[in-house]
Nanobody, 124 residues
Framework: QVQLTESGGGLVQAGASLRLSCAAS????????MGWFRQAPGKEREFVAT???????YYADSVKGRFTISRDDAKATVYLQMNSLKPEDTAVYYC??????????????????WGQGTQVTVSS
């Protein structure tokens, strides 16, 4: 069982930055692909970014150039640095772990464990 705990959400104005953190309980964190997803009110949960075991990163087009995913295997933590935030980035952000990754997972169904989510609200 992998437990994921997100932190770092909050209320900011458009153009500001936030850094989300996700701490994992799993000692095998380094063998997991880690991803960030988000869900806005009334919308489906969507892919934001993923970091593979080898450290490769992939992003949704909507956040490319503004968000950066990174991982610290020694701390079993994955981060999401969010810059130039827009009101449309408002959502609950979830981190997820793919215990048996194949390539760069971007689908919800590829992930095995999920955090409880952290709210990010961007005001205009």
């Amino acid at each position: 069982q992998v437990q994921l705990t997100e932190s770092g959400g909050g209320l900011v104005q458009a153009g500001a930055s936030l850094r989300l953190s996700c701490a994992a309980s799993e000692r095998l964190f380094s063998s997991c692909a880690m991803g960030w997803f988000r869900q806005a009110p009334g919308k489906e949960r969507e892919f934001v970014a993923t970091a593979t075991v080898s450290g490769d990163t992939y992003y949704a087009d909507s956040v490319k150039g503004r968000f950066t995913i990174s991982r610290d295997d020694a701390k079993a933590t994955v981060y999401l640095q969010m810059n130039s935030l827009k009101p449309e980035d408002t959502a609950v952000y979830y981190c997820a772990a793919d215990v048996f990754p194949v390539g760069a997972p971007i689908l919800l169904s590829e992930y095995d464990y999920w955090g409880q989510g952290t709210q990010v609200t961007v005001s205009s």
